[in-house]
């Protein structure tokens, strides 16, 4: 059975046209971000434009021994961050443009496959821009806007069916312009990246809700949030009023807590 997968965008297809696809995709240059574990992150230019690649060489079976026995499930390819950045353009999130993607080859510890983006420019990191809170607290709308769009896009990910595994401030990017002003308003686009181990299902486990949530509260541990901004925060997150939500979601929220308190004490 044949499980092959390629898209390339314009750019690519004429360039690439009559060659080897893979041994185009393994011979790019740039700047490099992680290489190890038969995984390859890049920055790269391209007539005039620039890209990220990440390329999966297979990881061998002894790394997905490795994973297995530590109750981990390995990343075999690209495919899993091809198709949450997919999924994610389904529900009108804001995420990376793909430019490309393939794999080849059944068995899963040599499986060859790649994703191409464009690269996402002249952003910066929430969590960049909740430690400049310290020193240059925003308006209260900015504050109270931004809470919002963070619940809403945690919403829509977890009620369709799909977990991020890294959900933390550093992994949705803004505008940099915002720096200038620091002032937010609900159009300006929030881009969530790094979905390389994003699960997709019809429902997601409870444990793996708390794990996004508390992964997402821990890393604004330095972000200066009032007990109101948390509730505000839970309340858009469940789509229930307050009271309700005390009476009917307490202990997950709990459970939410502990796990980020769990990350920090780490």
Same mark, same amino acid.
């Given at each position: %059975?044949?499980?092959?997968?390629?898209?390339?965008?314009?750019?690519?297809?004429?360039?690439?046209?009559?060659?080897?696809?893979?041994?185009?995709?393994?011979?790019?240059?740039?700047?490099? +971000?992680?290489?190890?574990?038969?995984?390859?992150?890049?920055?790269?230019?391209?007539?005039?434009?620039?890209?990220?690649?990440?390329?999966?060489?297979?990881?061998?079976?002894?790394?997905?021994?490795?994973?297995?026995?530590? +109750? !981990?499930?390995?990343?075999?390819?690209?495919?899993?961050?091809?198709?949450?950045?997919?999924?994610?353009?389904?529900?009108?999130?804001?995420?990376?443009?793909?430019?490309?993607?393939?794999?080849?080859?059944?068995?899963?510890?040599?499986?060859?496959?790649?994703?191409?983006?464009?690269?996402?420019?002249?952003?910066?990191?929430?969590?960049?821009?909740?430690?400049?809170?310290?020193?240059?607290?925003?308006?209260?709308?900015?504050?109270?806007?931004?809470?919002?769009?963070?619940?809403?896009?945690?919403?829509? %990910?977890?009620?369709?069916?799909?977990?991020?595994?890294?959900? $933390?401030?550093?992994?949705?990017?803004?505008?940099?312009?915002?720096?200038?002003?620091?002032? $937010?308003?609900?159009?300006?686009?929030?881009?969530?990246?790094?979905?390389?181990?994003?699960?997709?299902?019809?429902?997601?486990?409870? !444990?793996?809700?708390?794990?996004?949530?508390?992964?997402?509260? +821990?890393?604004?541990?330095?972000?200066?949030?009032?007990? !109101?901004?948390?509730? !505000?925060?839970?309340?858009?997150?469940?789509?229930?009023?307050?009271?309700?939500?005390?009476?009917?979601?307490?202990?997950?929220?709990?459970?939410?807590?502990?796990?980020?308190?769990?990350?920090?004490?780490?």
């Amino acid at each position: %059975m044949n499980n092959d997968k390629l898209f390339l965008r314009k750019e690519f297809q004429l360039a690439w046209a009559n060659k080897s696809v893979f041994s185009q995709v393994k011979s790019i240059t740039g700047d490099v +971000f992680r290489d190890k574990e038969g995984r390859r992150t890049l920055r790269f230019d391209f007539q005039n434009h620039s890209y990220f690649l990440k390329y999966h060489a297979g990881i061998g079976w002894q790394e997905v021994f490795k994973n297995l026995i530590a +109750f !981990r499930l390995p990343i075999f390819s690209a495919r899993n961050e091809w198709q949450a950045i997919q999924f994610l353009e389904k529900l009108g999130l804001d995420t990376m443009t793909l430019a490309a993607y393939g794999e080849k080859g059944w068995n899963p510890a040599k499986r060859q496959s790649f994703v191409i983006t464009d690269e996402l420019t002249k952003t910066m990191s929430l969590e960049w821009v909740g430690e400049q809170w310290q020193s240059q607290p925003p308006t209260f709308q900015t504050k109270q806007t931004l809470i919002s769009k963070l619940a809403h896009i945690s919403r829509v %990910m977890h009620t369709n069916g799909i977990n991020h595994r890294d959900f $933390y401030l550093c992994h949705f990017l803004l505008d940099e312009s915002f720096a200038s002003h620091n002032t $937010y308003t609900e159009d300006m686009p929030i881009y969530l990246i790094d979905l390389h181990r994003a699960q997709i299902r019809k429902k997601i486990p409870e !444990r793996w809700l708390v794990k996004d949530l508390g992964s997402l509260f +821990f890393s604004a541990s330095r972000v200066p949030l009032t007990s !109101r901004d948390l509730l !505000r925060f839970m309340k858009q997150y469940s789509g229930l009023p307050l009271r309700e939500l005390l009476q009917t979601q307490s202990d997950f929220w709990k459970h939410v807590q502990q796990r980020a308190e769990t990350l920090l004490a780490e």
